[in-house]
């Protein structure tokens, strides 16, 4: 059972990135996907959730309105489409999967996560 993230990368403030968290050992359809992200010194935080079985999204205030979360099944893949970055959203970018549905406040605790990937840089600056 593994997760992978890719995608990262560095970018110029307003510009994009597409985050991939790919499972290995397990369908990712009967998960729910959460995109995480820690900055130097700083607690990891949520940033998005996609419930199982093409339920509810959610995103944290700070992203809403620019990140979209997304799944393509046939891939295995969930997806984290970052627009209009910012300075601020510099981190290493994790993923990470609940079994099941999951819904608010649990999408934002670490501790409801079964299996987490790697992480994967994000670096926002000119």
């Known amino acids: 059972v593994q997760l992978q993230a890719s995608g990262g990368g560095l970018v110029q403030p307003g510009g994009s990135l597409r985050l991939s968290c790919a499972a290995r050992?397990?369908?990712?359809?009967?998960?729910?996907i959460g995109w995480f992200r820690q900055a130097p010194g700083k607690e990891r935080e949520g940033v998005s959730c996609i419930s199982s079985s093409d339920g509810p999204t959610y995103y944290a205030d700070s992203v809403k309105g620019r990140f979209t979360v997304s799944r393509d099944n046939a891939k295995n893949t969930v997806y984290l489409q970052m627009n209009s970055l910012k300075p601020e959203d510099t981190a290493v970018y994790y993923c990470?999967?609940?079994?099941?549905?999951?819904?608010?406040?649990?999408?934002?605790?670490?501790?409801?996560?079964?299996?987490w990937g790697q992480g994967t840089q994000v670096t926002v600056s000119s």
């Open positions: 050992g397990f369908t990712l359809d009967y998960y729910a």
């Open positions: 990470a999967a609940h079994y099941g549905r999951l819904n608010p406040p649990k999408v934002w605790m670490t501790n409801e996560y079964d299996y």
